[in-house]
């Protein structure tokens, strides 16, 4: 077995990226404390480039806003995580529930009444209530003054002009770029850019940042891991909420779908699969850089660099874990899951992104923290090289 890693000097240029996810993201908790039980105590911050999207846009604005503290920032993740309530995420008392259906069915029945039409499915301002009174990010400007931090970058997607925009906070010498429908913009981070990457389409509220409405981050985000690159990196730890094997067995059903199944297919498309690809890609890219003579490489002549990657996903189906614990959402929200076919095995993936219950995610920092010591040697060659 490994010893802890002892070096944080190699650490320099290492990036985190978290994907999105939902309530799947209490899976990235577990692997973040599991990196801290390697790490010696009081270790500085260990990822001094942060680029979060969606929910993993949450975790990477709570570790920008903690960089001064490794320690401090998971313990206040996990704190948050081990204890959730779909309560401090989305209104899932009756009443909201209710006006929010209402509204919806009311909007789809007579849609010609409605001057202003229903803007999302669930009322997520307990949820900047949360980070409003958990998370100073005045922080994140001192963290990069003082070197405990170079960059945090949070990914939203316009929905007028269709580009995926990654807003980062980062060192002067950190330059934006411009990419066929992305780009990176310099941005003083604060909730409303968070909230924008987490809006989960119909499901939560857009926001609006300078002249555009955003909304979650995962929508056409075609390269998942290209702002680390763009910030520099030459390490990449990646955090997965799906699993990235292969070896996915066709199933036969007789079955028409129920919508919850689609709008489960939908999501996982949107925060799964452009992932998985970008990381194809990386990988396919290293393979051909290292088979370049270093003759050619120092000519510099190719526009291209090869960078560690270690990604780390869950070895279960989350989809398959919600099912089972989506008894514990309120009564008031199972109604509305159950309405569109959401309380069963099968509508068990879009559950899977809504379940933010403690019973839930404490499954998944769980089996997180399980998944990373199962890697212990692979975590700590790739955070000690």
């Not at 996810?21 to 039980?37: I, K, S």
């Not at 948050?80 to 209402?102: C, E, I, K, M, T």
């Not at 949070?154 to 330059?175: I, K, M, P």
Request: proline share 5%.
């Amino acid at each position: 077995m490994s010893d802890p890693v002892s070096s944080s000097q190699s650490n320099a240029r290492t990036a985190l990226v978290l994907a999105g996810g939902g309530a799947r993201a209490a899976y990235q908790v577990g692997v973040l404390l599991a990196v801290r039980d390697l790490l010696p105590q009081d270790t500085p911050n260990p990822f001094p480039i942060l680029c979060g999207t969606s929910a993993g846009a949450i975790n990477a604005a709570a570790l920008a806003c903690y960089a001064d503290s490794y320690d401090a920032a998971v313990d206040a993740l996990a704190g948050v995580w081990r204890n959730f309530h779909v309560g401090q995420v989305y209104r899932s008392d009756p009443l909201g529930v209710a006006a929010s259906g209402a509204r919806w069915l009311g909007a789809l029945a007579f849609g010609w009444l409605f001057n202003k039409p229903p803007r999302s499915l669930l009322d997520n301002r307990p949820l900047r209530e949360l980070l409003e009174r958990k998370l100073d990010f005045g922080n994140i400007g001192r963290a990069i003054d003082a070197g405990s931090l170079y960059a945090v970058s949070l990914t939203a997607s316009g929905y007028t002009s269709g580009q995926s925009v990654s807003f980062f906070e980062a060192r002067s010498d950190a330059l934006s770029w411009t990419r066929t429908h992305r780009f990176g913009s310099r941005a003083r981070l604060g909730v409303d850019h968070v909230l924008a990457s987490s809006a989960i389409p119909f499901f939560f509220p857009a926001v609006r940042l300078n002249r555009e409405y955003f909304g979650d981050g995962s929508m056409r985000q075609l390269a998942p891991i290209s702002p680390a690159v763009h910030l520099g990196a030459e390490k990449i730890l990646i955090i997965g909420s799906g699993r990235m094997s292969n070896k996915t067995e066709r199933q036969h059903s007789s079955t028409y779908p129920t919508l919850a199944q689609i709008a489960g297919h939908v999501l996982s498309s949107i925060f799964l699969d452009s992932l998985a690809v970008d990381i194809e890609r990386m990988q396919r890219i290293n393979r051909t850089l290292s088979a370049v003579p270093d003759e050619v490489k120092q000519q510099g002549t190719i526009p291209l660099r090869a960078i560690q990657l270690l990604v780390i996903s869950p070895s279960e189906r989350l989809d398959f874990l919600a099912a089972r614990h989506v008894k514990s959402l309120p009564w008031s929200v199972r109604w509305l899951l159950r309405s569109i076919g959401a309380m069963n095995r099968r509508g068990g993936a879009l559950a899977s992104f809504l379940l933010f219950e403690s019973s839930y995610t404490r499954l998944l920092i769980d089996l997180g923290y399980k998944d990373t010591m199962a890697r212990r040697d692979e975590v700590v060659a790739f955070l000690e090289g």
